[in-house]
Every structure is written in structure tokens, then in C-alpha cells.
């Protein structure tokens, strides 16, 4: 069983590591309460696939600039410092998330403008807290570090999907938000007991020319770039995300709670795929595990897509005997999300020089947290021309077929080996 389980390494040397994952795990629940009661309130206020989908463009565009211009400010100054004010701004959204939805507004304008808000101040978190990682544990350890993340965030999504479709149903969408309020502050003290973290090496000015330089250098490294290029085709064109609300509250029935049940399926995978990712650490043709993972993954959305068509309709407040295979295979999308992520993760942080982790980690987020969204539209357009169901078949296939393409034209990425990276 020590072959199987999670590699602990990384927590029992590093005291710093340890705290920051603790606090991210505490956190991350209550971010993925909102995220949830944010779509579910959306589609309560409109009634449409369409607008949860738009969701994912009103963060998207936010999201792209602080990401890549929060990448160059993450390379020029401390990146502890750049964290905690980021957080600050994430925490200050929100709190506004929280009020409008206590002040009974029902406005989804304002809401949207509160996500954006939200997806900007993430834009630059998230890359000073991915690039201060390789700083804290050995770099053979990783693995096993991007493995425990994968794991918390697999807890996360398990624990805050179900949580939300309860307290929505419950207590409403106000104590929802304000659990993510207070249970964000463990982040912030995690981050506030780090050392400082200046930049190393050379330091390029924050701004545009730093950011065209990341470009550049990602131009030349064809392997980070298909670890990137790979996630595109997962998220953009396969995330059933934005098609979840429509599918609890018309074909499977049970409303919120087969929304959090489904979502907290997908959660499960990931969490069992960082519990048991002790043989993850002795992979080495990384690459082509990245691509096998992104396969699966489209074969499990297809098949949710099928299970969803056979459903029919049902608009019950008692799920449906179909939310059984709906959510296996969600589990199945889940464990192939976070064995991508492990591997992607791992190939940017060992090929990338420290003076470029700040940029290609803001790249990095930009793919990884604004693909779902631009997903979710590309999705929720489908849905509306073709109902749910066909909506995520048709993504899975056009995965699988993207991947197949990527497999037969890049080679290399294929063969990368992580004993002998090449960027």
C-alpha cells in the first residue's frame, strides 16, 4: 500500500510547504462553494445555460490580462508580497459576492462584475502561488508535491459541490458565501508565515516587454507549449461544467443537489487519483502520459453525454436512477483531469528556469483556469442548438480527435523523458 498512496515527503520537509497546503486545502472548499452557488444563482435568476455559460467569458478576459501581466509581476518582485495583496483583493470580491446575495439584489449583472473582479485578483494569485512551490521542495519531489495539491483540490471539489447544493437548498446562497469568506483567511495566514521570496537571477521590469519575453521564450520550448496546447483542447471543447444546472434540473432530476452530486463526483476522482499517486513519481515518459490522461478524460464526457441523452427528461426534485452512471463517469473524467494536471505541472516547473516561472506559470493559469471558462461558453452555446446531452458528446469527440491529431504531429512531446527534460 506505501507504493500506492500519496508520496508525504514534501509535507515532512518543508514546514513552509506544509502550512501553505494546509491553508489552500481549508480554503479551497469555500472557493468551490461560491463558484457552485454562483452558477446555480445565475440559472436560478435566468433560467438559461446560456448565461451560466457566459460566466465563463466574464472571467475569462479579466482573467487573461492579470495572468499574463500578473506573470511578469510575479518575476519582478517578491512573490510572498504578490500573493498576499492579490488575496486581499480575491477576499474584498468576495465579501461582495456575500452582501449582494444578503441584500436580496437578484441582479446578474452585478454579479458578473464581482466575478470578473474575482477572476482578475486570481489571475495574479494563483501564478505567485505556483511559482513559490519549486521553491520550497526539492525538485525530484515535485511530483509528489503537484500530486498532494491535486489531491486537495480533488477534497475541495468533493466537500464544496455537495456542500453547496445543500446550503443552497437550505440556508440560501448568503451563509454559502460567507463560509468562503471566513474559511479564505487559513490562505492568508499560510502565505503571511512564508519567508519573503525576491525574484533570483536576472530581474526584467514588470510590463509588456517582460511579458513578450515569455512569449518568446515559450516560442522556443515546444514541449512546455504542448502541455498547454493539450489542456486547450480538454477544457475548451469538453468541460460539461456550464450543462450541469439544465442537466440536474431537467433530465436527471433533483436540481441543485444533482448538480453537487455530480460535481462532487468529478471531485472524488481527482482525490483518489492524488491519494493513490505513489507510481505517478516513477513515470517517466511524462508527455505521453499527458496525452493518454487527456484521452480519458474525453471518453468519460462522451460517455456522461450518452448517459444524459438515454435519460430523457426529468424535472423532479427526486434524482433519477441514471445519476448512478452520470456520476461514474464523472469520477472516470475526474481521476484523468488530475493525472493531466500532475504530469503538466510537473513538465513547466522542472523545463522552466526560475527567472521565467512567474511568466509561463501566468500562462499556465491563463490556460488552466480561463479554458474551463471559455469551455463553459463553447458548451452552453452547443447546449442551446443541441440540448445538453449532445452538447458534451460532441465535446468528447472533438477532443479525442484533437488528441489523437497532437499525438501524430508532435512526437517529441511524447517521448519526454523526466530524468532528461527538454523543454
Not at 452512471?325 to 493531466?340: K, N, Q, R, T
Not at 522552466?352 to 499556465?364: E, I, K, N, S
Request: aromatic share 8%; net charge positive; proline share 6%.
Amino acid at each position: 500500500m506505501p507504493r500506492l498512496l500519496a508520496d508525504l515527503t514534501p509535507l515532512r520537509e518543508s514546514p513552509d510547504y506544509r502550512r501553505l497546503w494546509t491553508g489552500t486545502a481549508l480554503s479551497a472548499v469555500g472557493t468551490q462553494l461560491t463558484l457552485v452557488a454562483v452558477s446555480l444563482e445565475v440559472y436560478e435568476l435566468t433560467q438559461s445555460s446560456l448565461y451560466v455559460g457566459l460566466l465563463g467569458l466574464v472571467g475569462l478576459v479579466p482573467l487573461v490580462l492579470a495572468g499574463l501581466y500578473g506573470g511578469s509581476v510575479v518575476d519582478a518582485y517578491d512573490r510572498r508580497k504578490v500573493a498576499l495583496l492579490s488575496s486581499v483583493l480575491l477576499w474584498a470580491s468576495t465579501i461582495g459576492i456575500a452582501a449582494q446575495a444578503w441584500a436580496g439584489v437578484g441582479n446578474v449583472w452585478l454579479l458578473y462584475v464581482l466575478v470578473a473582479v474575482n477572476a482578475g485578483a486570481g489571475g495574479l494569485n494563483q501564478p505567485a502561488r505556483s511559482a513559490i512551490i519549486p521553491r520550497l521542495v526539492r525538485p525530484e519531489l515535485l511530483p509528489a508535491a503537484n500530486a498532494l495539491n491535486m489531491m486537495t483540490f480533488g477534497l475541495a471539489m468533493t466537500a464544496g459541490p455537495l456542500l453547496a447544493g445543500v446550503l443552497v437548498a437550505r440556508v440560501g446562497y448568503g451563509w454559502t458565501y460567507t463560509i468562503d469568506v471566513v474559511t479564505f483567511t487559513a490562505a492568508m495566514w499560510a502565505l503571511y508565515r512564508l519567508p519573503p521570496m525576491p525574484p533570483v537571477g536576472q530581474v526584467q521590469k514588470a510590463g509588456l516587454g517582460s511579458v513578450l519575453e515569455g512569449f518568446r521564450f515559450l516560442g522556443t520550448r515546444p514541449n512546455i507549449r504542448m502541455t498547454f496546447v493539450v489542456d486547450l483542447c480538454a477544457m475548451v471543447f469538453s468541460q460539461p461544467r456550464a450543462l450541469l444546472p439544465a442537466i440536474g434540473a431537467l433530465m436527471l432530476g433533483g436540481g441543485a443537489t444533482t448538480v453537487g452530486v455530480l460535481l462532487a463526483a468529478t471531485a472524488v476522482g481527482a482525490f483518489l487519483a492524488g491519494l493513490f499517486s505513489g507510481p505517478l513519481g516513477l513515470v517517466r515518459r511524462q508527455g505521453l502520459a499527458v496525452l493518454w490522461s487527456v484521452a480519458a478524460w474525453a471518453l468519460s464526457v462522451t460517455a456522461f453525454g450518452v448517459v444524459v441523452v438515454l435519460a430523457g427528461h426529468n424535472d423532479g426534485e427526486v434524482p433519477s436512477v441514471w445519476l448512478v452512471p452520470a456520476a461514474v463517469a464523472m469520477a472516470c473524467a475526474g481521476i484523468a483531469d488530475s493525472i493531466s494536471g500532475v504530469f503538466r505541472s510537473t513538465i513547466l516547473q522542472s523545463a522552466t528556469p526560475d527567472a521565467m516561472r512567474g511568466r509561463l506559470q501566468g500562462v499556465f493559469v491563463v490556460v488552466v483556469a480561463g479554458g474551463p471558462r471559455l469551455g463553459d461558453l463553447v458548451a452552453g452555446v452547443n447546449a442551446s442548438f443541441a440540448g445538453e446531452g449532445w452538447a458534451a458528446i460532441l465535446g468528447g469527440l472533438i477532443c479525442l480527435a484533437l488528441v489523437a491529431v497532437l499525438a501524430r504531429t508532435q512526437p517529441r512531446f511524447a517521448r519526454y523523458d523526466a530524468l532528461h527534460p527538454e523543454p
